[in-house]
């Protein structure tokens, strides 16, 4: 059996020219176990056409969906120092970031850019969650001042994508100091009378929502997606009370006003363009001019 498996059929293959099919044809949706082929999956923006679970998308893929025809300019962000505690647990920090940037092909977990969505100027700064869980961290912290200054500069609207699990401990209190900073950079934004919309998505905790995450003057969060500070098991051992069913997701938030909407991915950059009219953003033709 060995020679036949090992040297006839491969044989045959090339002969009849057969190649294998690759493996990332069809994707499996994590809620209904659905499986989905890849140009489905793409056209929806990664939203399941069975059950409409939202699954996690790279900051890069957030991006081009929010502008308009898919059209951005991509800045270069402020360097940070490469693991200035010279942390290590398990791993050294530094080793966790090389492997975070082979992964993701970015330096840190967030990327901002500036465009068009919905015929109005805006900058876009949207976070990685593949990238150290989307962490907190100087690099995040340098990444929203820029996206703010820009925003101020263009006379555009910052709208930011949330995925992340916290505060990067690998940073320490350097970590700690972004939620001011980010803070800081939204009130920049306030104070030249530009609006600030943020988008919640699977997952956004801790200190990320503990700042910049939930000071938008809209807050929109994706179906479903899970937002909080401290995890449901975590308050649960401390308040020694069972949690109602759905806390933390988006629509238990927006039942008790924690969030503006609950908006499908789908409908999402549409909605983006009517609320940047509403909130007087200049159409980019007429601050070209």
Known sequence: MNWL?????????TLLGRKEAPDNLWHQCPSCQQMIFHRELESAKKVCPHCGHHMRATAAERLGWTFDKGEFTGIDLPKVPVDPLKFQDRKRYSD??????????????????????????AVVAATDFRFMGGSMGAAMGEALVAAARLAVLQSAALIVYTASGGARMQEGPISLMQM???????????????????????????????SFAMLGDVQIAEPN??????????????????LPEGFQRAEYLLEHGMIDMVTPRGELTAMLGRLLGLLKVAPIEQQAA
Do not use: C, N, W
């Open 5 to 13: 498996t090992e040297f006839v059929r491969p044989r045959v293959r």
């Open 96 to 121: 966790r970031l090389t492997e975070s940037r082979k992964k993701t092909g970015m330096d840190d977990d967030v990327l901002v850019a500036h465009g068009s969505v919905g015929g109005h100027k």
């Open 180 to 210: 001011p900073r980010t803070t800081i950079a939204v009130q920049m934004v306030r104070e030249a009378g530009l609006p600030y919309i943020v988008i919640l998505t699977d997952p956004t905790y801790g200190g990320v929502t503990a």
């Open 225 to 242: 997606a899970l937002i909080g500070f401290a995890g449901a098991r975590v308050i649960e051992e401390t308040i020694r009370e069972k």
